[in-house]
T-cell receptor, first 115, second 114 residues
């Protein structure tokens, strides 16, 4: 597609449920990033993929969070046993390569609300 | 660790006027990149302008320009001839040359008055 696509746009779920958030990067972009945007914490880095491997998972807040990327394209962020503090907008970005020079292009995000 | 600070939570500008948004950062690196992103209510982060730290010349993109002061670790965004469509959250972001993640400031909400 022309841009980074994320689905669903909005997700409301009950505390304790598992959720999956999807990101479809710009075609040909090898690098993919997940960020979380919440009222109290601002924008936080979660995880970075280069191809299908994740050399940097340093931002994942707990072992309830995991992510995978298949075929060097689509990525899924999974949150298990959701908690209310997981409520946030989850943003995905992609870039044509790693390194500081390549700008990151963002999707519209998924707004996750935990009841 | 790198930090990015935006000291103005909110700014207001009259349509057609000029406004400057402030950003300071802290790093021990010499080679890095700085960005300004715009986030309208649609949530998408839109890249406004980018500056390479090794370049002395300030970046310019149409009505948007930056004042990059490397020694002072300052990176302000100037918006000239402000338009109603410029109203959004603006985030300053840092990325070092070897790194992958963006480190964001807390954001500045810009309001444009007609």
């Amino acid at each position: 597609g022309a841009g980074v696509s994320q689905s669903p746009s909005n997700k409301v779920t009950e505390k304790g449920k598992d959720v999956e958030l999807r990101c479809d990067p710009i075609s040909g972009h090898t690098a993919l990033y997940w960020y979380r945007q919440s009222l109290g914490q601002g924008l936080e880095f979660l995880i970075y993929f280069q191809g299908n491997s994740a050399p940097d998972k340093s931002g994942l807040p707990s072992d309830r969070f995991s992510a995978e990327r298949t075929g060097g394209s689509v990525s899924t962020l999974t949150i298990q046993r959701t908690q209310q503090e997981d409520s946030a907008v989850y943003l995905c970005a992609s870039s044509s390569g790693a390194g500081g020079r390549q700008p990151q292009h963002f999707g519209d995000g998924t707004r996750l609300s935990i009841l | 660790a790198q930090t990015v600070t935006q000291s103005q939570p909110e700014m207001s500008v009259q349509e057609a006027e000029t406004v400057t948004l402030s950003c300071t950062y802290d790093t021990s690196e010499s080679d890095y990149y700085l960005f300004w992103y715009k986030q309208p209510p649609s949530r998408q982060m839109i890249l406004v302008i980018r500056q390479e730290a090794y370049k002395q010349q300030n970046a310019t993109e149409n009505r948007f320009s930056v004042n990059f002061q490397k020694a002072a670790k300052s990176f302000s965004l100037k918006i000239s001839d402000s338009q109603l469509g410029d109203a959004a959250m603006y985030f300053c972001a840092y990325r070092d040359n070897a790194g992958n993640m963006l480190t964001f400031g807390g954001g500045t909400r810009l309001m444009v008055k007609p």
